[in-house]
């Protein structure tokens, strides 16, 4: 039986049906655009890049103690590719499975997951509460604080720049320009004026 291939509707419909809290659908949304962004620098599938981001988190809400597993339950009986939910759960590799990022796109998740997560808290603590003007230094400072969103994992992000063989000052820099392309969406363009 030929796999579905998921258009950008149904899995943001897909995200929506087990995920009602906002803060997890504004970082599907905020991980989706980042991965598109990356796979417009590495001239990879954006859609494809973008569904992945998009439903990475699809279980947690629902499945906290599974998460990254019952994913694959619930779209292998969607008929989703094999390579969409491997990249899926490879993001929870060494929190909650053993499936290591091998693909380019598997790295570029497993790094920016936690990442956009830090860039979320750094640019909420700005007085503009924005990512239009947040730079790359301002992160770094946040980064050192260990006090400072202490719920993101910054040995994960070190581990994926290092996967990837990318300077870590770039790493963040791509995911701000991605995060920007969606800053109104995910309530952080702020007081920035267009």
């Known amino acids: 039986m030929e796999k579905h291939i998921p258009t950008r509707q149904e899995a943001f419909e897909l995200l929506k049906e087990y995920n009602k809290g906002e803060s997890l659908i504004h970082h599907g949304l905020a991980v989706e655009a980042v991965m598109v962004h990356f796979a417009e620098l590495f001239g990879e599938d954006k859609n494809k890049w973008g569904i992945i981001g998009l ?22 009986e969607r008929n989703w590719p094999e390579d969409y939910i491997r990249a899926i ?13 091998e693909e380019r796109m598997e790295k570029v998740l497993y790094t920016i997951d936690e990442l ?19 730079e790359v230094k301002s992160v770094k400072k946040k980064w050192k604080q260990k006090s400072f969103a202490a719920g993101v994992d910054r040995e994960t992000i070190k581990r994926g720049a ?24 995910i309530n952080l363009k702020g007081s920035i004026e267009e």
Do not use: N
Not at 91 to 101: A, L, R, S
Not at 116 to 134: E, Q
């Open 116 to 134: 956009t997560g830090l860039i979320t808290a750094t640019a909420l603590l700005r007085p503009s509460k924005s990512v239009m003007d947040l």
């Open 55 to 76: 439903v990475h988190d699809l279980d947690y809400e629902m499945y906290p103690d599974k998460h990254c597993i019952k994913v694959k339950e619930i779209l292998t």
């Open 89 to 101: 759960q490879s993001h929870g590799w060494d929190i909650c499975v053993d499936i290591k990022p």
């Open 162 to 185: 290092e996967l990837l063989g990318m300077d870590l000052d770039f790493m963040i820099e791509e995911t701000i320009k991605g995060m920007r392309d969606v800053a109104g969406e």
